[in-house]
C-alpha cells in the first residue's frame, strides 16, 4: 500500500511471523536488497593512505525537493564524487548531484540533512578532511545551502563553520535548538587528540553560527580526551531542557544535561558504563514503551567478555539509566557502527538494528519481544548485509507506510534494504511536523515529542534529527500500530510548552501536524478571535482528546486554565 497524506491544520475534534514461526497478529518481516533496482549504485572507496580511512561510510536522508519522497545523500570516499539520489516516486533514484552542484570528490566524513535557515528547503552538513588524495593537509566541513531550485551552495566560509582543521579531526554534526530562539543550532564532533572540533555552535538567525564551547560551560568537558563520533540533541529526561549526547570512542562519551540557561553540566554518571564503551553509534527511542526515552550505544564485543559490546541504557523514573544489554541480549553487535531504534515489523515495539565489520555474520536485526527481551532476526528476516556497515538509516522510501533501510559500507557497496512487511496486523503512521506558522519553533518542529494512543497501548518517540555514525535518517516520527486501524489521538509536544493533539487518525497515512501561528488558535485559521475560544469549549464538553491540554487523559478545570493562558500568550 502507498501512504496517504493528511495536513491537519491544528486542533481537531504480536509478534513476528518469519522462518522461526507464526504468531497470532501474523506479521510477516522480510528484508530485499535493491540497490539495482533503485538505481543506488554506489561503492565507496576511501585512499587506504588517509587516517581513520576504516571508519568511515554514509550519508544522509531528506526531502530535498520538496515533492513527498524522501531523497537520499551519499559520500562516495573521495574516489569518486558524491552523489544526490532523487527519489523519482516509482521506487527508483536518479543521480543529481553534479545538476544540484554537489559532486565534489573528497574524503567526506559524515553528513546530516536539516533546514538550518528555516527556509523550507532541506540543507545538507557534511563534515571533509579535504582532498582525498591520500595525504590531506586539513579539511573544511561543507555547509550546503538548499537554493530551493534544485541547486545548493556551500555557505561554511562565510557561516563560519568551515573550520579548517586537521585531516581527521572533523567528524560529524547534529542540529537542535538549544536555545529555543526558533533556529537549529550545531554540534561538530572530532576525534583526533587535538580535537578542536568539538563545538557547539549558535546560530545567529542570519545563516552565520557563533562558536559558543566556551559560554556554554561545554569547553572543560568536551575538548580533553573525547574522540568524538556521533552528537545528538535531545530533550531525554523530558525536563523541558535540550540536552546533548555526545558518543565517544575509548570509554569518552558524555551525557550532558542542559542547565535552561544555555549552559550543560556534565550527567554522564547517571548512565551506567556509558563511560566506559568504545561509542561508536547512537539510537534514541522507548523500547519499553514506558514513557521514558531510552538510547543504544554500538560498542565492541570481545568474545572473552560475555557482558562486553553494544549498551542498551533503559530510563529509570528517577532520570538514571540502567544498562541492560546482555540481559535484554542485544550487546553482542561485533565491532559495531551504526544502530538504529525502529519498529519494523509494526507491533508496536522498536527493533533494534546494528551494523559491524565483515566478520562472517550479518549485521543484526533484534527482534523486540516486549520486557525489555530481543532475538536476533537477521537471517530469517533477509537481512543479509555481511560487509562491513558503518553509517545506517532508516527511511520509508517507497511510501509504502513501513520502513526500508540502508547500510553505507566501508569500502564497499551501499546496500538498499527494502521492508516487505506483510501479512494482517501491519499498519503504521507516520507524523510530521511543520512549524512555519510560528517561527519561535525549529524547523521540521526539531525538539518535539510525539505521543500516540492506540487500543491499550501508549506510544512515543521525539524528533531529533536521527543522527548516527556518519549519517542521519528520516526527520519524521514513525509508529507501528499492529491491527489498529484507528488512532485515538496524536499529541504533539512543541518546544515552547504547548502542544497539538489530533482525535481519531485512520492508519497507513503521513500525518503532517501543523503548529498553528499563536497557541490560542484552536481552529487552526491563523486568526486568533471568539471563534477559537467557542471551538475549545465546544471540544471540552464533548471531552474531545483535542482539549485535553495538560495531557492526563482528563478534561478538567485545569484544561480551561492551561487555554485561557495560552490564548493570552501568557
Not at 108 to 133: E, H, I, R
Not at 180 to 206: E, K
Not at 304 to 313: A, E, I, K, Q, T
Request: charged share 20%; glycine share 14%; hydrophobic share 40%.
Amino acid at each position: 500500500m502507498t501512504f496517504s497524506k493528511v495536513w491537519v491544520r491544528a486542533h481537531a475534534a504480536c509478534g513476528l511471523m518469519c522462518a522461526l514461526g507464526g504468531t497470532a497478529c501474523g506479521q510477516v518481516l522480510m528484508f530485499t536488497e535493491v540497490s539495482v533496482e533503485t538505481g543506488v549504485v554506489v561503492e565507496q572507496s576511501t585512499s587506504p593512505g588517509l587516517p581513520m580511512a576504516n571508519n568511515v561510510s554514509g550519508g544522509s536522508v531528506g526531502d530535498f525537493n520538496n515533492d513527498g519522497w524522501q531523497d537520499l545523500f551519499v559520500m562516495s570516499g573521495g574516489v569518486e564524487p558524491d552523489r544526490l539520489f532523487i527519489n523519482n516516486g516509482d521506487g527508483t533514484f536518479t543521480d543529481r548531484a553534479a545538476a544540484w552542484g554537489i559532486d565534489l570528490v573528497h574524503y567526506g566524513m559524515s553528513a546530516t540533512s536539516a533546514d538550518f535557515n528555516g527556509d523550507g528547503w532541506m540543507d545538507l552538513s557534511v563534515s571533509s578532511a579535504g582532498l582525498a588524495d591520500g595525504n590531506p593537509n586539513g579539511g573544511e566541513n561543507l555547509l550546503y545551502r538548499n537554493n530551493g531550485d534544485g541547486t545548493f551552495t556551500d555557505i561554511a566560509q562565510t557561516a563560519g563553520v568551515a573550520m579548517r582543521v586537521q585531516a581527521n579531526n572533523s567528524f560529524a554534526t547534529a542540529f537542535g535548538d538549544y536555545d529555543d530562539d526558533g533556529d537549529l543550532d550545531m554540534f561538530s564532533t572530532a576525534y583526533t587528540l587535538a580535537r578542536q572540533g568539538n563545538r557547539l555552535w549558535r546560530n545567529n538567525g542570519d545563516e552565520t553560527f557563533t562558536d559558543v564551547t566556551g559560554p556554554s560551560g561545554l569547553d572543560a568537558i568536551i575538548t580533553n580526551d573525547v574522540s568524538g563520533f556521533v552528537p545528538g540533541f535531545v530533550d531525554i529526561d523530558m525536563d523541558g531542557d535540550l540536552d546533548i549526547i555526545l558518543i565517544a570512542d575509548h570509554g569518552s562519551s558524555r551525557l550532558l544535561k542542559g542547565n535552561g540557561d544555555g549552559t550543560f553540566s556534565d550527567f554522564t554518571a547517571s548512565a551506567s558504563r556509558l563511560n566506559t564503551a568504545n561509542g561508536m553509534g547512537l539510537a534514541i527511542g522507548d523500547v519499553n514503551l514506558d514513557g521514558l526515552l531510552d538510547f543504544y550505544v554500538s560498542s565492541i564485543f570481545w568474545s572473552f567478555l560475555p557482558d562486553s559490546g553494544n549498551l542498551l541504557l533503559v530510563q529509570r523514573p528517577d532520570g538514571t539509566f540502567a544498562e541492560t544489554a546482555y540481559a535484554s541480549g542485544v550487546n553482542r553487535g561485533g565491532w559495531g557502527w551504526g544502530v538504529l531504534m525502529v519498529d519494523l515489523d509494526h507491533d508496536g515495539l522498536e527493533e533494534i538494528v546494528s551494523t559491524k565489520n565483515a566478520e562472517g555474520t550479518p549485521s543484526h536485526v533484534f527482534k523486540n519481544n516486549g520486557g525489555l527481551d530481543f532475538s536476533d532476526i537477521s537471517v530469517p528476516c533477509g537481512f543479509l548485509h555481511y560487509a562491513g556497515g558503518r553509517g545506517l538509516v532508516n527511511f520509508d522510501y517507497d511510501n509504502d507506510a513501513d520502513q526500508d533501510i540502508v547500510v553505507f559500507t566501508n569500502n564497499g557497496r551501499v546496500g538498499v534494504w527494502r521492508n516487505d512487511l506483510s501479512g494482517p496486523g501491519t499498519n503504521g503512521l507516520r507524523v510530521e511536523l511543520d512549524t512555519s506558522a510560528r517561527p519561535t519553533l525549529a524547523p521540521d518542529g526539531f525538539g518535539s515529542v510525539v505521543r500516540l494512543k492506540a487500543g491499550d497501548r501508549r506510544h512515543l518517540q521525539v524528533i531529533d534529527g536521527a543522527t548516527n555514525h556518519c549519517s542521519s535518517g528520516e526527520h519524521g516520527a514513525h509508529f507501528g500500530l499492529g491491527s489498529a486501524e484507528i488512532v485515538e489521538w496524536v499529541r504533539v509536544e512543541w518546544r515552547d510548552g504547548t502542544s497539538t493533539t489530533v482525535a481519531d487518525v485512520g492508519a497507513n497515512q503521513i500525518l503532517t501536524v501543523r503548529a498553528p501561528f499563536h497557541p490560542g488558535d484552536f481552529n487552526g485559521d491563523d486568526l486568533l478571535n471568539a471563534n477559537d475560544l467557542t471551538s475549545f469549549v465546544a471540544a471540552f464538553l464533548a471531552a474531545s482528546p483535542s482539549s485535553d491540554l495538560d495531557g492526563d487523559g482528563l478534561h478538567t478545570l485545569a484544561d480551561l486554565v492551561v487555554y485561557i493562558r495560552w490564548y493570552l500568550g501568557l
